[in-house]
Structures are given as structure tokens and as C-alpha cells.
């Protein structure tokens, strides 16, 4: 198919590069003459095992004949030769993997033709030497390795360093070696009839889309095996034919700041291959020169009208005439993605919406946080599991109390094996932590989350020493206390010493941008947080909420650390209530300030989940502290206390803690519990509203419930409470009631559940793991990337929503639970909520709301837009 025959722009038949030309002729742009053999060809060719299709040759004698009428040249003509390309071109772009010939239709008659009768002689001698080393490599199947030698013999001869430096001579005499090679290696001639050559190099590049490394290739990028590649023959344009010509690659727009400003690179005098191969140095458009460079400025002003997207566009000059060779959309970076999006919505290219789609969510990640420089090249040491993103640099510390200490002079990344509550001093005092242990939804990676601190968890490729003085890497590598590394919580990675970095780069675009996608989106989106800044962080992302607001990550301080402890050591409730009400202030305070940060906002207070095994020391840790204490001969008061606690400890360990003593449980044991935290809950409410300032929307949200007769009887000690202090305070405050729904037989009861709740909120971390049967905090660096690997899971169900099975459960609940009522609220508080593939199926679900960590916040509004899109196209085609 001639360029300005084709029709209707299909990728898939024309190829990625061909659809590129085709559209470009359309355009009137000066796209040198040729013509597309289709995948169609390739698809038939496979199909008879290997043979071209028959009439393939005479067709493609037809369109030559009809490029020699629209070139004035001729196909192996001495006067004014007609030479041409063939080049591969796939639907989807697999650059370097097949194969691609120039310069056919030059034979030795040709050569000497155009040689005496070009200003030029050296370039006509290159490009046949060029013709046969290609042409002998990929369609005879020479070895390459030979030509390479013979060149690089004959530079040093000449005392050159580039090939630019043989003479005409030296260059005619090459092509002569390089011919007796392929005879040498092949058998056979170097084809003298053009028809010949071009024939085979069709087949050649036919051949190539079933090479080894093409087929690697899409099997890596999931690209099917069945979709054939085209073969684009064109007329041979030179770059190379003198100082007016060159070779160059445009960017409609800057591909790495997203400004409207032509951008690209130019290499004099030179073919595009090398302009990619990166030999020379190229000169910035600035360099080129002004006529050409006005011609590009229209070319890439037709291109995006047309394209209606940023373009990367590779060009030649020959002789002092532009000719644009291949087009497509340009790769660029977070940056430019969102600012060329905006922009192109604002020049009134696309619409809103289409601008809203053009950003994959995730691509926020690389500006909210600090990150690697992405053209630092330093190699990782290790790798663990990427738990909180951005990076950070510091020297090892391995004590949280030393952290604590050195942490407020010096930059420092904590070294634990794995995290506690005990530990959050030292994760304050830190630029990030890297822990040996524990999964995305351990200690460690929702604290980091929540604070926005770079985390890498799970990282079994180091071993700490049993001393805690350095660690160790797979390949032996000691990092000792002191020593500086930088860890990439996007990527998972741990470098020794200081990487470059880069830092985020908000924009006003970005802004635009996510408030187009709240134009659009059905899903609201709230974000977890249990302190005053980080749900005033919150809120500055744009979070319409607090979805989960984990007490027991309130007491995590070093102030009230000792009293949960002592509140959970206490063995009667009269101890246990005068501990508890030690904590009753610090509640207080906190839901002052949290309902002040988000006035008018709901705010879902989840009652104490209280995983017993964090919140209290190990047994071990206690025998070793026991028997150091008998060394030193301390009084016998305080070793009794530690043999008292590990008594206690002894007693209250589990063998299961995540399905142990935890959540609504504890609190059926010890209602007084929750009894205190509805008390401050209400008592702060109440407070602000006497105070004329406006509080949140209040929920109080009760965990791991199982059976509804557990929420039954909390739902009473909670109302008592909040009755209570309403009552005593002489005033109103509207709360509601709710569940999470994290347990299976939660979701399988989700219509009885539903007559008691005023709200369901999905606990999707426990939900998942009880789902599955697998720990939360131990599968992830264990097993799980063996099932990957396996194809067992496509990735782990703790990242992405299992939507076949805990999906089912969730759509189960949601459906029995407004059957029950109608308008009853459902959002989901797991760590899910900020994975956009997640959010789809959420909002396919029919919840009200996502609420995930406050800096994946943009990416929750930027995905619940693409959900609500994608939901509308299926509503439209279906
Ligand atoms: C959950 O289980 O999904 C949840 C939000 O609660 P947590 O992670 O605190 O157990
Ligand atoms: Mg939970």
C-alpha cells in the first residue's frame, strides 16, 4: 500500500512506523515516497510456514514502478539510481529487536555512477559498504563480528579513529573486502540485482519478527505473538551527503519538563542510526539552522493538531531539504506528563477528560516525594520490598534509642530487623527505616506510610549481626554502624553511600489537573490518619475525610507507650480502668485537634485494635534484661517487677496474635476500653461545639468484628458512654456507629451486621489475610514471590485486591448490606485503597469512598477519575 493510498489510520495492520508515515503524507508533510507491506503479509507468511505469499513480489514490482513515476529515478539505474530502505515496524514499538536494511538498489554499476557523478564520493562508497554489511549480516547471515575487524584494521592503517576519516578509496576497497566475506561465509554472491536484494531483505525482516530476541522481548512486555510485523520500503534519504545534511530527533514539546517549546537534538552530517548510536555528540534545535528550523516549528505545530498528543519525530536534512521520517507519542517523564496534559486541555486539543486520562496515577508517586536522580547510575547493594516511597540518605543506626538520640543532629536511616511501637522514636529521629523483616502491611511500612518516610521492609538480602553492629549483604558486603546508604522506597533498593536525588516538583498543573479529576470521579476519597498533622497533611492533598483513624497508633509515643503497657499488664479492672483513664487527656487532645484539622469533614475513629505482640516486650528480651540484672546484683524489688512482667507476658503470648486477643475481642473482654475512648471521643466534640468551633462529622468505627453479636453488645457500651457524657454535657452531637467488615464471616453476616451498623468499612490488610489464610506480616518475603514468579498470583493480593476472592466478599457485603438499608455508607480503609487497579474494582463495587495514606491521596483522586472514565466508555459500548 502506497503512503497516499492507505486509508483509516490502523496501527494494527500498518504497523506502528507505517501508520506514523501514512498519516504524515496525509498531512502534506515531506515524508519521503514509499509504500507498507502489511501485517497482514507477515500474519499469511507464518501461516505457510515460512513462505511468502504468492504475488507479494509482483505487488511490490508494481509500487516500485510507481515510486520510479512519482521520484524521476529508477530502481538499479545508473543515472539517477532509486535507492531504498526496508525497515520492520510492529503495532507496538520493540525497538532494535528486528531487523532493517538501507541503501538497497546500490550494486557495484551503481556505485560508480553515483560516485563520479556525486560532489561526494566518500559517502557513496559508505553507504554501499554500509549495504553490504547490513545487508550481508541480516539477510544472508554473515557474521557481523568479521565486518567490525576489517573496519577497524583499516582505521588504524589509515591512522583514523572514526570511519569518517577513510578516503573514497579506502572506503571502495572496503565494501570489496566486506564481499568476499559474505562469499566467504555464505556461499554466496553479494546480490548484483536489485530485485534480488530487495526480495530478500523483504523475507529477511519477515523473518525477524520471529528472532530471539524479538520474541523475548514481547514475551517480557506481554506482547502478542500473533500480531506480525510490517515492512515499510522507502526512498533512501541521505543525511551523511555533506555538511547541508544531517540527522535529527524533535520532541513537539520538552519530553522531561513538559514545556511548549520545540525540543530536540541534531547531529550534522550524519544517518539517524547515528544520532541514536550516540557516537557524536549532537548539537541542541538551537544549533540548526534557521529555515530548517522554521520548517520543523510547522511540522510539529501539523503533527500535534493532528496527533492531538506530544510527538517524538525523527527527521533528515539532505542537502539543505527537510524530510520527516517516522512519528509517534513521545515517552516523557511525571513532569511533563501532567503539564503537557493541562496545557493541551487549556489550548482547547483535548478535552478535560482527556487530559484527566492521559496520566497514569501512578506516575504521581515520582512528585510528592523526594527521589533518586533518575541519571544516577550507583548499583544496589540489596533489595527488599518497596513499603513507602522516595528515598533517603543517612548513616546506619541499628538502636532505636541511639536514633532517638543522634537523630536530631544528623541524618540517619534505621537499621531493624524489624519494628514495634517501642520503635517509633527512632522512626521520628529518621530520614526512613529498612527493616530485614515483615510484609507492605507490616509495622514499619504503614507507620513510614503514614508519616511519608521512605521504607524498605522485608529485605532478606541483608543479615544483621546478632551484635547489631553492621550488616551484611548477599555478596558479602559489610555495612557497619556509621556508614552512609541511601534506601529507594519506590523501588525497594538499599545503595551503599549517598545517592543523588532530585526533589518533587509540584505544579500548578498538577493542581488543575487533580481538580478536573474531582470533576469527575463518583468515588470520594479520605485518607488514614491517626495525628493532627497528618490529617492537616491530609486535607492539604485534598482528602475529604479521615477513613480510618487507628487509635492504637496514638499511644505509640514514648510518653504513652508505658501506660498501654501497664494498662495491658494490669490483671483486675480496677488497675486496668485507673491505667486506662491515664490515657483518657492524651485521647482527648488528639481528637481535639484531629476534628479541629478536618472541620465539617467526617472523621472515622476506629476503637482501640490493640495487636498485643507489638505493645509488649519479647520473652526473650526479658530473660536476657532478667539475667544481666542478677550479674549486676540489682535489688530484688526491681528484678521481682521484670518476673512479674514476664509472668504477665507469658501469659497473655499467643501463638496466632494477628487471629488472637485483638480488636472487638479485647474490648468484650474489657469493655471499660472502649468505654474511655467513646468518653473522650464525645467529650471532645462536645467541647469544640461549646466552643463555637466547627468539629468533624463523627464515626466511630469498632474493628475485626465477626459475628454481630459482638458489635450488638459494643454498639451498647459505646451508645452508654456517648449518652453519657452527652447527657451530662447538656447538649447534642450527631455520631454514628459503624463496623469494618475485615473478617470473611463479617462479609458472609454483612445483612445481619447491616441492621445494627450505621457504616461498613472494608479492612481489606486483614480481610486479605484471613481470606487467604496467609499472615500479613510474614508472606510477603517469603513465598509470595515464588508464586509470581510461578504465575501462580499475578502479583501480591496485599498490593492489588484479590477481586475473584476477597473481591467477591467485598461485592457480597455491599450488596446483602443495603439490602438491609438502602443508603447505608461503604468505604474501604485498607492499604488498598491508594492502588489505583484497586480503586477500579471499588467503585465498580458501588462504594461510597476509598481512604488510603495521605500522600497517595492525589493518586486516589487521579484514579477514582479513571475509574468513573472507563466506567462511562463500557456504559457507552456496551
Ligand atoms: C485492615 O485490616 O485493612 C485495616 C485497615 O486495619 P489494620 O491494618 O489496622 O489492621
Ligand atoms: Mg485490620
Known sequence: MLFQEARGGDKFLLGGKGYGLVEMTSLGLPVPPGFVITTEVCKQYYAEKGKVPKGLFEDIRSKIAALERQTGKRFGGEEKPLLLSVRSGAPFSMPGMMDTILNLGLNDRTVKSLASASKNPRFVYDSYRRLVQMFGKVAMGADGSAFEKILEERRKKAGVTADIGLSPEELQSVAEAFKRVVKAQTGRDFPQDPFVQLEMAVEAVLRSWNNNRAKEYRKFYHIADDLGTAVNIQTMVFGNSGEKSGSGVGFTRNPSTGENKLFGEYLPNAQGEDVVAGVRTPVGMDKVEPGIRKQLEVVATKLESHFKDMQDFEFTVEDGTLYTLQTRNGKRTAQAAVKIAVDMADEGLISPEESVARVEPEMLEALLHRRLDPAATDKPIAKGLDASPGAAAGEVVFDTEEAAKVGAGKRIILVRSETTPEDIKGLIASQGVLTQRGGMTSHAAVVARGMGKPAVVGC???????????????????????????????????????????????????SVLL?????????????????????????????????????????????????????????????????????????????????????????????????????????????????????????????????????????????????????????????????????????????????????????????LVADAGEFRFLRGVITAAAEGVLKESGTTVAYQVGTMIETPRAALTAAEIAKLSDFFSFGTNDLTQTTFGFSRDDVEAKFIPRYIQMGILPQSPFDSVDTSGVGKLVKMAVREGREVKQELEVGICGEHGGDPKSIAFFSEAGLNYVSCSAFRVPIARLAAAHAALARKTTAVTT
Not at 470521579?521 to 482528602?543: H, I, M, S
Not at 492504637?552 to 507507650?561: G, Q, S, V, W
Not at 479541629?596 to 516486650?617: I, N, Y
Open 515 to 703: 481538580k478536573t479529576a474531582d470533576g469527575i470521579r463518583k468515588l470520594g476519597v479520605w485518607a488514614n490518619a491517626d495525628t493532627p498533622e497528618a490529617a492537616t497533611r491530609a486535607r492539604d492533598f485534598g482528602a475529604e475525610g479521615i477513613g480510618l483513624c487507628r487509635t492504637e497508633r496514638m499511644f505509640n509515643a514514648p510518653n504513652r507507650l508505658p501506660i498501654v503497657r501497664e494498662m495491658i499488664m494490669s490483671r483486675d479492672e480496677e488497675t486496668r480502668r485507673k491505667h486506662l483513664y491515664k490515657l483518657f487527656p492524651f485521647q482527648l487532645s488528639d481528637f481535639r485537634a484531629i476534628f479541629t484539622a478536618m472541620s465539617g469533614k467526617p472523621v472515622v475513629v476506629r476503637l482501640l485494635d490493640l495487636p498485643l505482640h507489638e505493645f509488649l516486650p519479647t520473652s526473650e528480651d526479658l530473660i536476657i534484661e532478667l539475667q544481666g540484672m542478677r550479674e549486676k546484683h540489682v535489688p530484688a524489688s526491681e528484678i521481682e517487677a521484670i518476673e512479674e512482667m514476664l509472668a504477665r507476658v507469658r501469659q497473655l503470648s499467643e501463638h496466632n496474635p494477628m487471629l488472637g486477643h485483638r480488636g472487638c475481642r479485647l474490648a468484650v473482654t474489657y469493655p471499660e476500653i472502649y468505654e474511655m475512648q467513646t468518653k473522650a471521643i464525645m467529650q471532645a466534640a462536645v467541647e469544640l461545639k461549646k466552643e463555637g468551633k466547627k468539629g468533624a462529622l463523627v464515626k466511630i468505627m469498632i474493628p
Open 460 to 510: 532478606s538480602e541483608i543479615e544483621i549481626a546478632s551484635d547489631g553492629d553492621y550488616f551484611t549483604t548477599k555478596s558479602g558486603q559489610k555495612i557497619r554502624k556509621g556508614d552512609t546508604i541511601t534506601i529507594d522506597g519506590t523501588t525497594g533498593n538499599v545503595y551503599s553511600g549517598e545517592v543523588r536525588m532530585v526533589d518533587p516538583e509540584a505544579s500548578k498543573e498538577l
